[in-house]
């Protein structure tokens, strides 16, 4: 596509739930990464890929966050028993490999009531 | 951890004032990119300096990278309300395949 597209934009979720957020980066974009932004805040990395490489986690935050990239394409962000802390934007970016900029999505805005 | 430390956080102008933002760092840094987020948006990508001492310029935007390569700075000229947002500045963290670490962030504001 023409840019990197995130799916739900907006998702409120009870405590304890289950969530998934879904990311759909350009179209030959090698590198994949999720961020998380809380309010006001600067970007935190959570997990990048990097083609057939294994995933770089060394940002999740605990073992309830876990990330998945099917066919080097769409990748999914789950997120288990969610806690109120988890309450953030989810961005996650894709480029081409090596040095070059991101292109983010637009985010999902998470809220753990 | 590596970090990229900016100042400063907040920077209030008045419209056609100058305004510049500076990203520091202990360590040398790899690369570093600017990114500029717009209220309620995500951030976009502005530009790359790779060299020691690099300039680049986008028409009011003046990009500097530092001799050591452990600073970078923006510098706005004559900032319009249309510079309103947060300017981050961000390294590659290990070596050219890694993922971006970015500083916290100058939020600017412009007073019509």
């Known amino acids: 596509g023409a840019g990197v597209s995130q799916s739900p934009s907006n998702k409120v979720t009870e405590k304890g739930k289950d969530v998934e957020l879904r990311c759909d980066p350009i179209?030959?974009?090698?590198?994949l990464y999720w961020y998380r932004q809380s309010l006001g805040q600067g970007l935190e990395f959570l997990i990048y890929f990097q083609g057939n490489s294994a995933p770089d986690k060394s940002g999740l935050p605990s073992d309830r966050f876990s990330a998945e990239r099917t066919g080097g394409s769409v990748s999914t962000l789950t997120i288990q028993r969610t806690q109120q802390e988890d309450s953030a934007v989810y961005l996650c970016?894709?480029?081409?490999?090596?040095?070059?900029?991101?292109?983010f999505g637009s985010g999902t805005r998470l809220t753990v009531v | 951890g590596q970090q990229v430390m900016q100042i400063p956080q907040y920077q209030h102008v008045q419209e056609g004032e100058d305004f510049t933002t500076y990203c520091n760092s202990s360590?040398?840094?790899?690369?570093i990119q600017w990114y500029k987020q717009r209220p309620g948006g995500h951030p976009v990508f502005l530009i790359q300096l790779v060299k020691s001492g690099e300039v680049k310029k986008q028409k009011r935007l003046t990009f500097q990278f530092g001799e050591a390569k452990k600073n970078s700075s923006l510098h706005i000229t004559a900032t319009q309300t249309t510079d309103v947002g947060t300017y981050f500045c961000a390294d590659t963290y290990g070596g050219s395949q890694g993922n971006l670490i970015f500083g916290k962030g100058t939020k600017l504001s412009v007073k019509p």
């Open positions: 179209s030959g974009h090698t590198a």
């Open positions: 360590t040398t840094l790899s690369n």
């Open positions: 970016a894709s480029s081409w490999t090596g040095n070059y900029g991101y292109t």
